[in-house]
């Protein structure tokens, strides 16, 4: 199978593996905004991902796993916290570590954010913010970023796992905004850029447009995807 990958809106990123895997990277389906209708209730998923437990990256992760019988890959306190709302296949990661799974190598990277979970009052700790870096069987080795600033050791990412494309958020206020993911492109060496988590509140100002203008001489390709959109 052709590997693919759509923008389902803000961070929430459906892909599909060469082996017919299915692996969502931060579920926000239901009432997210851009989320198109088509979308909001996925039926096969073989894995999710979630970076941290702010509600719009993880919105839809129990109801999701519950549904599909999905596996989640979760920062610890966030994997204990979808335990206990009785998910079984549920595996805790913390930064700096790797997990294989569907033939994925999946290593859990720092992210500059913080993470709780907000579904009860007061909201829980969710552990540290996280990225990944998946590397996909046919080769194709990736950053997803998650919600985060730009941070010096993006250079150690991208000198020792050397994706090729990375998701990077670009929204500004709560991440980095375009004129920080244009230097997070260059300290990680990456070819594509997928921007992220920007037009979906009108607080959210940074736009493609912008990181492709302060991109212009380093010959990095910014993909923009609308949502629903795929890319194969
Ligand atoms: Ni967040
Ligand atoms: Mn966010």
Known sequence: MR???????HST??????????????????TNPSCP??????????????????????????????????QAIAPYELAQW?????LKRVFAMNIGGTRSI????????????SSSIEDAAPPRYGGLASGYVIAFEHGLTIYF??????????????ELYRPSMAFLPIGDVYT?????????CALL?????????????????????????????????????KPGETFD
């Open 189 to 225: 060496g990456v070819k594509t850029v997928v921007p992220m988590h920007y037009g979906t509140f009108p607080e959210l100002t940074g736009t493609p447009a912008r990181l492709r203008e302060l991109l212009p001489a380093s010959g990095v390709e910014v993909l923009e995807l």
């Open 145 to 158: 970023a998650g919600d985060t600033a730009l941070f010096g050791d993006m250079r150690v990412i991208g």
């Open 3 to 9: 590997f693919s990958f759509t923008f389902l809106g």
């Open 13 to 30: 990123f459906l892909f599909g593996t060469t082996t017919g895997k299915r692996v969502i990277v931060d579920p926000w389906l239901e």
């Open 37 to 70: 209708d088509s979308f909001k209730r996925l039926r096969e998923l073989d894995l999710m991902l979630l970076t941290h437990g702010h509600r719009d990256h993880t919105a839809d992760a129990v109801a999701l796993a519950r549904t599909t019988g999905a």
């Open 82 to 86: 979808l335990e206990e709302k009785g």
């Open 102 to 113: 569907l033939g994925l190598s999946i290593t859990m990277v720092p992210a500059v954010h």
């Open 176 to 184: 980095m905004g375009p004129e920080q993911a244009a230097i997070a």
